[in-house]
């Protein structure tokens, strides 16, 4: 069975581009959402295995949702993702409860297998 993902990034663009890259790749995305709220209502509504989550939301920040998304009973993988550099933020996204940060550019299916548990 497929490894489900949710992706919440407010850019359209990299919906799409990283949905298809990571079909490409085996997983099966369950759902999209464009703003830390609707990320949070969907996580909650699919019970994605994987959450990958922009840093930078509208709405709240993408340490806040992950946050969020770890306090729950049964919480997804959660890898952060943005434009800047990995070393900014590795351990800033750990603290928060992501599993792994990896830059849009870095992107791939290995880098996403690599934060599940077990691996």
């Known amino acids: 069975m497929a490894t489900t993902v949710l992706i919440v990034d407010d850019h359209a663009g990299f919906r799409a581009s990283a949905r298809r890259l990571l079909e490409a790749d085996g997983f099966a995305v369950v759902g999209e959402a464009a703003d830390g709220a609707s990320g949070l209502a969907e996580a909650g509504r699919l ?21 969020r998304l770890s306090a729950a ?14 070393a900014d933020f590795q351990a800033l996204a750990r603290r928060s409860g992501a ?10 299916g290995a880098a996403l297998a690599a934060a599940l548990p077990g691996t």
């Open 47 to 67: 019970a994605p295995d994987l959450v990958l989550l922009d840093l930078q939301l509208p709405d709240i920040s993408g340490f806040t949702v992950a946050a």
């Open 73 to 86: 009973d049964h919480p997804p993988a959660v890898v952060i993702t943005s434009t800047r550099d990995v």
């Open 99 to 108: 599993r792994s940060f990896v830059a849009k550019s870095e992107l791939s």
